[in-house]
């Protein structure tokens, strides 16, 4: 988040008010094509298609998931299998001690994939989105405290290697904006 | 965002013409191969049994689809979606099916045809146990009843005793006088206990015939109550008539909300479906304790209903994803359905593989954990032999393994060709799963060649039949479903949800 290297302003860069939910679709595929990758959009409510008119990829958190869920699996097969097949064969109620056996261990991995999946989902996530954090510069704009209320709103970071303060202001007002807001740090 | 559909420009429907050559083909391959079935049942009447095996395996496959139509349907309704109000009608034309396909087990019913003593044991069992415990109680009667009154005389006897020596005693201290009050007492409780014995010639029949039943068979006398003719024939009746109605009166409602608009239908449709629910979910279990179950009367499992309907729910779903292509490439729907509601159907169906699986796995775990003689005999046949690499290779990896890592990839989920072939797959294992329910039950009885050496488990040629049963009864749902989806629009065109449907992202 710092922005020690660059000397030129304290900006985090601009919120931009729209007028309706239509208006924000459509100034997003602007901003898309204009090649924006530091920018998102807050609305009180979900939009549907608006990750097409901002082109967002697919997440990398089902992939995240997925590997917590391989991990579970093999971790709680791995440990069942080991401790009471190989290292100290156990015979529980007459089951053969050998691959045999393997479905008196599907709940606990069944249990354990589940485990882990879920931490990977809400880890991940979390790790995806930098949370927790103390703070926000956009909590210094009082436009964008608007998002929760009837604010359909842009934010374009000025980390973005295509902003420039004058030209991405203009682009902003030309594409529609109503009300545009510097956010310092 | 831009060009929301507009319910409105679709409130005419759209009519499907059946094409008549493949009509006339289902109703040939169908009621053709169903006559040819039959002729060969009353040629080989040595084979009744083997055949009576295939029509039922057919008859429940098809069933099962048609049952899980009706579930998605009223499902639909009773939370209120409105996801799927365009392939809505599909769902309500499968479900219809129901009665036609109920028609066709009749046979199986029906003692006259041979097939129903050869499937359900407990049919000739109970009858040859109750004829052979009437013989005998009627041969015990008369020693029976005189037994029985000089039981009761002796007791009556015992009280006059016990009174008489009550009065002997000359001066009886307080504790002596109590002890011997209680003595009548209770000798002429017992005695009261005995007189009330039924001693009626009808009455006396009676107890000995139980007593011979219970003697005989004591799993069938402790299930008397639910394994008799007439419960059963109750039973069949109620199954039949729960399901047709629910499906006609659902479908009644949808199109008649076509024709007039009024949104009463809706809101009827909405309420009834809620009422439905738990005599659909009672009708579907029983049916098929007394199909499948009751193959085997000896065994039960209390996840019976739920692993039949779990694997129904799923291949319906799958069942409507096909269709819903195969509609599409003639030209229908083009516009109506769209890639999200590929999407959302297959996410059921990847919903119900998981299901299926869970059910499925938690019966088995369940009584191999357990490994209680009476619950184990069902997993023993079919985990013996190639039954055995039967259960792993089509059970555990084709029905569950390769569909859920197919589907766990989103983007098939998207694709209509890729998903319905998945959905095929579903279909071709669901079969397989019903075939590893009711033909390893086919095998003769091991207790009736107890001591013959090499007793067959399979009966040889016998899947030619199981083949053109699943053919033959194919062919008639086909032809019915193709009656069902040309009487009215495809999907329905003035339901309130329409928009909602047309729509729809997910």
């Keep these: 988040m710092s922005d020690s290297t660059s000397s030129s302003s304290e900006l985090f860069g601009y919120v931009a008010e729209f007028s309706s939910a239509s208006d924000l679709y459509h100034a997003a595929e602007k901003i898309r094509d204009a090649g924006f990758r530091r920018w998102d959009v807050h609305t009180p409510y979900p939009v549907h298609g608006m990750d097409h008119a901002m082109g967002l990829g697919k997440s990398w958190l089902s992939a995240i998931v997925l590997i917590g869920g391989i991990t579970g699996s093999s971790v709680a097969l791995f440990l069942q299998f080991f401790t009471q097949v190989s290292l100290y064969p156990t015979v529980v109620q007459d089951k053969p001690i050998n691959v045999f056996t393997l479905p008196a261990f599907f709940p606990v991995t069944f249990e354990l994939t589940i485990l882990l999946a879920a931490f990977a989902t809400l880890f991940g996530l979390l790790g995806m989105i930098t949370l927790p954090r103390w703070n926000h510069p956009l909590f210094n704009s009082s436009l964008f405290s608007k998002f929760s209320n009837d604010g359909f709103l842009m934010v374009i970071e000025s980390r973005d290697p295509k902003f420039k303060r004058e030209k991405t202001k203009e682009l902003l007002e030309e594409i529609g904006a109503g009300k545009i807001e510097e956010v310092n740090y | ?506």
């Design chain 2, 1 to 506: 965002m831009a060009g929301l559909k507009d319910g409105d420009d679709y409130k005419d429907g759209e009519f499907f013409k059946s094409p008549a050559l493949l009509k006339l083909v289902c109703f040939g391959v169908g009621f053709g191969g169903m006559l040819l079935f039959f002729i060969l049942r009353f040629a080989m009447p040595d084979k009744a049994g083997a055949m009576g095996y295939s029509w039922l395996f057919a008859v429940i496959f098809f069933l099962s689809l048609a049952v899980g139509g009706l579930f998605w349907t009223l499902l639909h309704h009773a939370t209120n979606s409105g996801w799927g109000t365009v392939i809505r009608r599909l769902m309500e034309n499968l479900a219809t099916l129901i009665p036609f396909i109920l028609v066709l087990a009749l046979p199986l019913l029906i003692s006259g045809f041979g097939f129903r003593d050869a499937l359900w044991e407990w049919f000739p069992k109970r009858a040859a146990v109750l004829t052979s415990a009437n013989e005998a109680a009627a041969q015990e009667k008369d020693a029976y009843i005189a037994e029985r009154n000089a039981v009761i005389a002796r007791a009556q006897g015992d009280v006059e005793q016990a009174k008489k020596d009550l009065a002997e005693v000359a001066a009886p201290s307080p504790g002596h006088r109590a002890h011997l009050e209680k003595n009548i007492e209770r000798l002429e409780a017992k005695a009261y206990k005995l007189s009330k014995e039924d001693l009626s010639d009808e009455g006396a029949h009676a107890t000995l015939v139980d007593k011979h039943f219970l003697h005989d068979e004591a799993l069938l006398f402790a299930k008397r109550g639910y394994l008799n003719e007439t419960f059963f024939w109750l039973r069949q009746i109620f199954y039949f008539l729960v399901l047709t109605a629910i499906a006609f009166i659902l479908r009644g409602w949808s199109v008649q909300l076509d024709k007039d608009g009024d949104p009463k239908w809706f809101r009827w449709m909405r309420r009834g479906s809620c009422g439905f629910l738990p005599f659909f979910a009672t009708a579907w279990t029983f049916l098929v304790f007394d199909w499948l179950m009751a193959l085997d009367f000896t065994w039960f499992s209390t996840m019976w209903g739920v692993y039949l309907f779990a694997g129904a729910a799923l291949n319906s779903m799958g069942v409507l994803i096909i269709l819903v292509t195969v509609l599409r490439k003639f030209g229908y729907l083009k516009n109506v359905v769209t890639l999200e509601h590929y999407h959302l159907m297959g996410k059921l169906m990847l919903a119900f593989v998981i299901f299926w699986a869970y059910i499925a796995f938690s019966q088995f775990f369940l009584i191999w954990y357990a490994n209680i003689t009476e619950e184990t005999r069902f997993y023993l046949t079919r985990n013996t032999g190639l039954w055995n690499a039967y259960t792993i290779g089509f059970l555990v990896v084709g029905h569950f393994f390769v569909p859920f890592t197919i589907l766990l990839v989103q983007k098939v989920k998207k694709l209509p060709v890729v998903i319905s072939c998945v959905a095929g797959w579903n279909l071709l294992m669901h079969a397989l799963d019903l075939y590893w329910i009711i033909i390893p039950e086919r095998g003769p009885s091991l207790t009736a060649h107890l001591g013959e050496a090499n007793i067959a488990m399979t009966i040889p040629g016998a899947w030619l039949f199981d083949i053109l049963a699943l053919v033959s009864v194919a062919g008639i749902f086909g032809f019915f479903l193709l009656r069902q989806l040309s009487s009215a629009s495809l999907f329905p065109c003035r339901d309130p949800r329409l928009d909602e449907s047309l729509n729809v992202v997910n």
